[in-house]
């Protein structure tokens, strides 16, 4: 991580030949590459085959599809809603998490006084795991019993269905992600905001600039290096942390067309790998994943050279 | 440079206070609405079960007695210990296996070094999740390891993001250092544990918290590979409370929810200085 701002250090220093011994670095690095080769790369291996077949884990059954599994899953009206809705999904919760995110670390960075202390209250719930956040949530907005209705209620006499109505539900889930997410990003947003280089931040000011040019023209531009990094972590979040939200808070509902409106890439694999028990097309789906992945992560590269560096 | 910089300052002081106003306004509001799930569930934690799905908003004296009911009876006392005990034994298994790998990555010259490092950091693009079929089937199957830790631990034992970390702060040491402990006869492992661990307590403690909250968070992995309810996580274990047929108990499942916060809250404020100080540091110039 923050892979951004360390490329500049990483070319000569690199290469420092301290100690000697042919076996004693493979051997600490033995243990790593043993995990991974075992428990990433051989699964990977796995799925990728698993991907080729037509396949039951329970009964056992294996049966060679070839790409059967993956034009299959292309062609299924099903499956490209979930992948559409994912995107919508990802990309409001990604766009409004960080910009809310930003303004907040931002306002809790200006030398008001308690500042420390809103600073606190905004990244104590890290702690907060996404089946806490939907276990939370299921309760608030509980149609009948949660405390947001009884409160609606009683002060504007409407009771939304948050949960059945599926445009509800979709913006529920989405909201309750940015929640959760905020303060991981403001723990970033906030150490960074802290080391922007002082002396153009100061000759900004001398300047003249207004607050919102200040911001805009000059803060902006200088953290986009984190920015960077947070994108590809939310992105990451939406997609693969997303899972254990949903399952709490709308078990992947209400339905809508063909799948329901909450269902996301990772929750319609849950379903069915663990539930119907389609193994191949499961895999299959997360071989699409993996290619998924791979193309955010080509993207982060590309886009992060051509526009992490300025001033050096 | 934790030290508060002071910024954005305002130039004139009239535009300065009219705006401390806004800024505190706008704060206040905003910690308001985060943590207002978070008080609710508070709140509906302490109350009886009667007043639970009232629109009262006022604590009772039913905190203990809610927890009792989901602590012994729903066996979130052990679940909240199997999770503490995975947490724990990830965070510390991350942390030394990412060290001796950043160890061998800086500190020795070796035929592959390249290869070696793109394994791990290809790692990185591998979410568990997406190999989830694959991985079942391997560790239930090949390994038979379901419904044991082993199960929910090993295969989180190697960290990408830590052996990342580190090399980057070792590389940001004088290699000088290292040159002149060989000379006095230092071997690499007294090396690490003498001179480089003292001098990474800021980046060990900002991964660990990172490492804790994310194994604490952990529910998809633990919720298809255990089945057997006493070595359950914590996580999944809120499912069930939910889940338990007919009337949930939502007085009882708030506390346990409230409760569950609590470990990776600690961990998170114990090493807060750390956290912030360790990514201060891999961001400096």
Redesign the interface.
């Known amino acids: 991580m923050l892979s951004v701002r360390q490329k500049g250090n990483a070319g000569g220093r690199e290469d420092r030949a301290v100690f000697r011994g042919a076996a004693l670095p493979w051997l600490f690095l033995l243990p790593s590459l043993l995990i991974l080769a075992v428990f990433i790369y051989l699964p990977t291996l796995r799925t990728l085959r698993l991907a080729g077949y037509r396949a039951n884990l329970i009964l056992g059954t294996e049966q060679w599809v070839g790409l059967g599994n993956i034009t299959d899953l292309l062609g299924s009206a099903t499956y490209r809603q979930v992948a559409l809705q994912t995107l919508v999904f990802t990309l409001l919760s990604v766009t409004g998490g960080l910009l809310l995110s930003l303004g907040l670390a931002w306002l809790a960075s200006r030398p008001v006084r308690g500042s420390r202390a809103y600073r606190l209250l905004l990244i104590y719930p890290y702690a907060l795991s996404p089946a806490i956040a939907g276990t939370l949530w299921l309760f608030l907005f509980n149609p009948e019993i949660g405390v947001v209705n009884q409160l609606l209620g009683e002060l504007v006499g409407v009771r939304p269905r948050w949960l059945d109505t599926p445009l509800l539900a979709f913006a529920l889930v989405t909201v309750a992600a940015i929640w959760k997410g905020l303060a991981y990003n403001i723990v970033f947003y906030l150490a960074s905001i802290r080391n922007l280089p002082t002396d153009v931040m100061e000759a900004s000011q001398i300047d003249w600039a207004t607050p919102a040019q200040v911001f805009w023209r000059v803060a902006f531009p200088l953290l986009s290096p984190v920015t960077f990094f947070l994108v590809f972590t939310n992105i990451v979040a939406a997609l693969f942390d997303s899972f254990a939200l949903t399952d709490l808070l709308t078990r992947g509902g209400p339905y809508v067309g063909h799948a329901g409106i909450t269902t996301f890439l990772v929750y319609q694999l849950y379903q069915d790998g663990f539930v119907n028990f389609r193994t191949g097309a499961a895999a299959a789906q997360g071989a699409l994943m993996l290619a998924l992945v791979a193309f955010v992560t080509f993207m982060q590269f590309r886009l992060g050279e051509r526009r992490v560096h300025y001033g050096a | 440079?934790?030290r508060?910089?002071?910024?954005?300052?305002?130039?004139t002081p009239t535009r300065a206070r009219r705006?401390?106003w806004g800024?505190?306004a706008?704060?206040i509001l905003?910690?308001l609405l985060?943590?207002a799930?978070?008080l609710?569930?508070l709140i509906?934690a302490t109350q009886p079960s009667s007043a639970v799905?009232?629109?009262s908003?006022l604590p009772g004296g039913a905190f203990l007695s809610n927890l009792e009911r989901v602590w012994v009876d729903a066996h979130l006392g052990r679940s909240m210990l199997n999770s503490l005990i995975v947490a724990v034994t990830v965070t510390t298994g991350k942390t030394i296996?990412?060290l001796?790998?950043a160890?061998?990555?800086?500190?020795?010259?070796?035929p592959f070094?390249g290869t070696?490092f793109a394994?791990?950091l290809v790692?990185?693009?591998?979410?568990t999740?997406?190999?989830?079929?694959?991985?079942?089937?391997?560790v239930s199957?090949d390994l038979n390891w379901a419904d044991s830790f082993a199960a929910i631990i090993?295969?989180?034992?190697?960290?990408a993001?830590g052996?990342?970390?580190f090399r980057?702060h070792f590389?940001?040491i004088p290699?000088s250092l290292?040159?002149a402990a060989?000379i006095d006869g230092c071997?690499?492992l007294r090396?690490l544990t003498r001179i480089l661990i003292p001098m990474s307590w800021n980046t060990i403690g900002a991964l660990a918290v990172i490492q804790f909250?994310y194994a604490?968070?952990q529910?998809?992995w633990p919720?298809?590979i255990m089945q057997r309810d006493d070595h359950q996580v914590v996580?999944?274990g809120?499912?069930k409370l939910?889940e338990v047929g007919g009337q949930t108990d939502?007085g009882a499942?708030?506390a346990g929810?409230v409760i569950?916060?609590l470990p990776?809250?600690i961990v998170?404020?114990a090493l807060q200085e750390q956290?912030?100080r360790g990514?201060?540091l891999?961001?400096?110039k």
């Open positions: 440079m934790v508060d910089r002071l910024l954005p300052r305002t130039p705006s401390d800024t505190h706008a704060l905003a910690a985060i943590s799930p978070l609710l569930a509906k799905l009232s629109p908003l296996l990412a001796l790998a160890l061998a990555f800086v500190y020795f010259r070796f070094k070696a394994l791990v790692s990185l693009m591998l979410p999740e997406v190999l989830i079929v694959a991985l079942f089937d391997l199957r090993v295969p989180f034992l190697a960290s993001t052996t990342f970390l980057q590389l940001n290699a290292a040159d060989r071997g690499p090396y909250v604490w968070d529910y998809l919720l298809v996580q999944v809120l499912r939910i939502w499942v708030m929810a569950t916060m990776p809250l998170f404020t956290f912030s990514f201060a891999s961001e400096d």
